[in-house]
């Protein structure tokens, strides 16, 4: 029985570190989208728009937005969890 509730809390201690890794992943995301918008307003070939091009805030956006799938799937269907 107490190995059962060992697992239980250990399962559920997982659950809870993923579901707040998304929850900061969507605010990454959130902030990388604001982010873009701000690029976007900018006329191409101002100095600022550069720098922040330079970033590659879409390559990053991509990265983020696939682990944001991953960590829902892994929350939505938990193996071995």
């Not at 590659?56 to 799937?73: K, P, S, Y």
């Amino acid at each position: 029985m107490e190995r059962e509730e060992a697992e239980f809390r250990a399962a559920n201690k997982r659950i809870v570190t993923m579901a707040e890794e998304l929850r900061k992943a969507e605010l990454v995301r959130d902030r990388l989208e604001g982010l873009d918008r701000l690029m976007g307003s900018y006329p191409e070939g101002h100095d600022m728009r550069t720098r922040l091009e330079a970033l590659q805030v879409d390559r990053a956006l991509e990265g983020v937005n696939e682990d944001i799938r991953l960590l829902t799937d892994a929350l939505q269907h938990p193996r071995g969890t």
